[in-house]
């Protein structure tokens, strides 16, 4: 394309009022369109229509000129290499969501399960204690006592004795002879005794009644 | 759609935006002649050099004049982005030439946006690019300079618009998209575009009305 035509410079020594004439919807569009300006259009049109043709020209050399390089690098892209090389970045994101689906089931069965108590003792009292589940059903291994003999003696430090630890070593508060009765103390043997019942007299109003 | 309402092929020839009229290029006239858009889009994705290099010569001297309004210093690296990314992804694409062109400008346009957003955290002066220092001497090296003279004037008169003015004129006009795909790949309504394309052309109709001296200090 060469730059003949009339050039921005020339187009100031229109008469102003030719140049100034407003731009309307209508002559935008056809410029937009690239139709050009109206043939009786203000001069201004008519530059601002050239300004856009040379803008929208064909190709330039330069513009052109890096095509080998362009084709090279899309060889490269879609080559073998290229592709295992853009495929390993899939790889590693079927992997990482995999993984996080089998890290939602295992979450959801064991929220599931720790609804339910039925995780193991120490997982459900860990659950118990930071999500507010229900706690374990048996006993744990650390429970305050809550039955005392007439005989204890409370600890000097105020701590609440404890059950000893089944195979702790001797010494120390685990070191005292088991006292089961005082830690669960087993209810009261039920004797059969039950209020004596009234023998059954004759009801003087109705006849017939025993 | 092709530009300008779709015109429809001529001789088998595909109107050009950048030439303004149907028919092949200066350059490879014989695989112009047997491609056309769809067909070299199918061939390209299944790794077809010719074909991509045949769809680089149609989109991508409008390419860089996009950038060129958009991303200035840098159009020609961001170009290289945009067409590494359409070469990964072109055996996924799927459509034809407008949805090829949506895609192309879409990418252009994002990536402008996260240079300008690097660029106002990161200060850094780019150079442009030495102008035909290290290109081979043409038939006519004074005429290809004139010729590109006359381009990049015109595109930098555009520039001088506010951005969003000058980036809807250029993919209208250099382009040759219409009202809705501009739209779509710059997220406006259509009616919003279509202001910003008259108000940006009432400005460079206004800064060519002015005497020379005073065409920078028109009001944007």
Redesign the interface.
């Known amino acids: 394309?060469?730059?003949s035509g009339a050039s921005?410079?020339e187009?100031?020594h229109f008469p102003?009022r030719l140049?100034?004439r407003?731009?309307g919807?209508a002559a935008?569009e056809e410029?937009?369109?690239?139709r050009g300006a109206a043939p009786g259009a203000?001069?201004?049109?008519q530059?601002?229509a050239r300004?856009?043709?040379?803008?929208?020209?064909?190709?330039?050399?330069?513009?052109?000129?890096d095509?080998a390089a362009?084709?090279a690098?899309?060889?490269l892209?879609?080559s073998p290499a290229g592709t295992r090389r853009?495929a390993l970045p899939r790889v590693l994101r079927t992997f990482a969501q995999l993984t996080l689906a089998v890290a939602a089931a295992v979450l959801a069965v064991g929220a599931a399960a720790a609804l339910t108590g039925r995780l193991p003792a120490h997982a459900q009292e860990v659950a118990h204690t930071i999500l507010g589940v229900p706690a374990p059903h048996h006993t744990s291994r650390l429970q305050p006592v809550t039955g005392i003999s007439p005989g204890h003696q409370p600890h000097p430090s105020g701590v609440p004795a404890v059950l000893p630890v089944p195979g702790a070593p001797p010494g120390g508060t685990a070191a005292r002879p088991p006292k089961p009765a005082a830690v669960m103390p087993s209810p009261p043997a039920q004797t059969a005794v039950y209020p004596k019942i009234p023998p059954v007299r004759a009801h003087p109003e109705i006849p017939g009644a025993p | 759609m092709l530009p300008h309402g779709g015109t429809p092929p001529v001789n088998g020839h595909y109107y050009s935006p950048l030439t303004g009229q149907s028919g092949p290029h200066r350059r490879n006239v014989a695989l112009m002649q047997e491609r056309d858009f769809p067909g070299a889009l199918r061939a390209a994705a299944q790794g077809d050099e010719t074909a991509f290099a045949w769809l680089w010569r149609e989109a991508h001297p409008a390419l860089l004049r996009y950038l060129q309004v958009v991303a200035s210093p840098a159009a020609e690296d961001v170009a290289a982005e945009v067409w590494l990314e359409i070469a990964r992804g072109l055996a996924r694409f799927r459509g034809g030439e407008p949805e090829f062109r949506a895609w192309l400008f879409t990418l252009a346009r994002r990536r402008a946006s996260n240079l300008r957003r690097y660029s106002s955290r990161h200060p850094e002066q780019l150079t442009r690019d030495d102008e035909e220092l290290d290109q081979p001497a043409t038939d006519d090296t004074a005429a290809a300079a004139l010729e590109s003279l006359a381009t990049r004037a015109a595109l930098e008169l555009i520039a001088s618009l506010p951005q969003h003015q000058a980036e809807v004129i250029i993919l209208r006009v250099v382009v040759g998209l219409d009202v809705r795909q501009v739209a779509q790949i710059t997220g406006r309504r259509p009616g919003a575009v279509r202001v910003a394309a008259h108000r940006g052309l009432r400005t460079l109709a206004a800064r060519l009305a002015a005497p020379a001296g005073q065409r920078h200090g028109v009001t944007r």
Do not use: D, H, N
């Open positions: 394309m060469s730059g921005p410079s187009m100031s102003r140049l100034r407003p731009l919807a935008a410029l937009l369109a690239r203000p001069a201004s049109q530059a601002l300004v856009l043709e040379i803008a929208a020209g064909p190709p330039t050399g330069r513009e052109l000129a095509e362009y084709v690098a899309f060889v892209a879609t853009a």
